[in-house]
């Protein structure tokens, strides 16, 4: 990954993590925010790129909390589909990272829309379907030198999707019982290795590794969150009962029903990553999909951010579902945390991405106005302090990735 030096000066500056600065600028040294306030108080340093930012919006660039992007290629099929391994219901040991190709489309399209850092997911057909990795969407070679954070969280699925795959396989689990009891079935092995593995390292023992139930001991550990898919409110509760009986830290992606019990989300400060909006409600747990669900949820103390789901909706749509929720009665100030704050705090990330502010990475959008207005455009796309986009002259101009 290029790091550079760039300074962003005279812009309406949206930090998220404070308050807007007028008139304001940015200062990133070798790929890190290094100040920013009033342009009549930062000084330039000697050397550093100054782009006049007149008349704009600079806001950190945006984080997809949950997208499918290079490892469900667009335009590849079949071929290009590797969202989900299911073959068996617990895939634990699966790892996004190993399936990813930076040259799919969809990257391209995150930059257009504002998008610097996408935490890429398994998929939902299995009850335990892998680990998540957060990278950026530019900058590298290969995917490696992408990385924001190897190992985020494991990707897990409750409700119709499960059924489904394995139902149709007449084997277990087929009901909504089946995939709870994998799932629990599944910790409790991950405890008892744990406890094993323990006790041949405290006797200076040799111990046979297994990468299924290593991974889920690090979800018992609190090292990676359990990202579950689930849509009603029932199944929403089965997450809660199961985070409780294991102890692990919650996220809910999707959350179609979470209105329904949104005091309960709030009192135990379960996140939920919400979307995709634009669709329709194709599925019967899809049946009371709303984008005003949002707003409710949010309204009762839950913690939110936003998903495209990509490609369920094109990844350069995040920004547009954040207006279409607005319009539905989500303060805006939430719907900039949906799209920045929010999701790195959730997925631990907040030490690199989701806001300006000095240390964190210097990945930064130029817009020609309000992004929640949809008739902004990215204009400019920094990660790392380095240019990677720019529309000019009625066209989008990108950074070549194997120069």
């Known amino acids: ?34 100040a920013l306030g009033p342009s009549a108080e930062v000084t330039v340093p000697d050397g550093v790129r100054v ?38 219901p617990n895939t634990a040991a699966v790892r996004a990272i190993d399936a990813i190709n930076i040259d799919d ?13 996408i935490v890429v997911k398994p998929g939902s057909g299995n009850p335990i379907g892998g680990q998540t990795v957060a990278i950026k969407s530019w900058g590298g070679r290969t995917i490696d030198e992408q990385v924001i954070k190897e190992a985020v969280s494991v990707k897990s699925a409750l409700g119709e999707n499960p059924k489904r795959v394995y139902g149709g396989k007449n084997q277990t689990p087929s009901t909504r ?5 994998i799932i ?36 018992l550990d609190g090292e990676l969150v359990w990202d579950q898919h689930t849509h009603r409110h029932d199944d929403i509760a089965t997450a809660i009962r199961l985070a409780d009986e294991f102890g692990y830290k919650l996220v809910v992606n999707h ?6 019990i949104a005091d309960v989300l709030a009192e135990r400060d379960i996140p939920v990553i919400f979307g995709p909006m634009f669709t329709s409600r194709s599925k019967v747990e899809l049946r009371d999909r709303a984008i005003g669900n949002l707003a409710l949820i949010a309204a009762a103390g839950v913690r939110v951010a936003i998903t495209t789901d990509h490609p369920v909706v094109p990844i350069n749509f995040l920004v547009h579902q ?60 920094v990660i790392d302090g380095a240019e990677v986009y720019r529309w000019a002259d009625g066209a989008p101009h990108i950074t070549e990735r194997f120069a």
């Open 177 to 181: 019982l089946g995939v709870a009891m």
């Open 51 to 88: 782009v006049d930012a007149s008349g704009k919006w600079v806001l950190p660039g945006f984080v997809e909390a949950h997208g499918h992007v290079g490892i469900h290629e667009e335009a590849n099929g079949p071929a290009g589909d590797d969202t989900n391994e299911m073959t068996t």
């Open 184 to 219: 629990r079935e599944a910790f409790v092995d991950a405890q008892n290795y744990a406890a094993s593995r323990a006790e041949a390292e405290r006797d200076g023992k040799p111990f046979a590794r297994d990468l299924t139930k290593e991974t889920l001991a690090r979800v």
């Open 255 to 260: 959350g179609t029903e979470a209105h329904k």
């Open 322 to 381: 954040a207006s279409f929720a607005v319009k539905e009665g989500l303060p805006r100030e939430t719907a900039l945390e949906a799209l920045t704050v929010n999701p790195a705090s959730f997925l631990g990330l907040d030490d690199r991405v989701g806001a300006l502010k000095p240390g964190l990475d210097g990945d930064i959008v130029v817009w020609s106005g309000d992004p929640l207005d949809v008739n902004s455009r990215a204009e400019l796309v």
């Open 105 to 117: 489309e969809g990257f391209r399209d995150a930059l257009a829309g504002g998008v610097t850092a």
């Open 1 to 34: 990954m290029t790091r550079a030096s760039i300074a962003i000066v005279n812009a309406y500056v949206v930090p998220v993590a404070g308050d807007p600065i007028e008139k304001g600028t940015v200062i990133v040294e070798d790929g890190t925010i290094t």
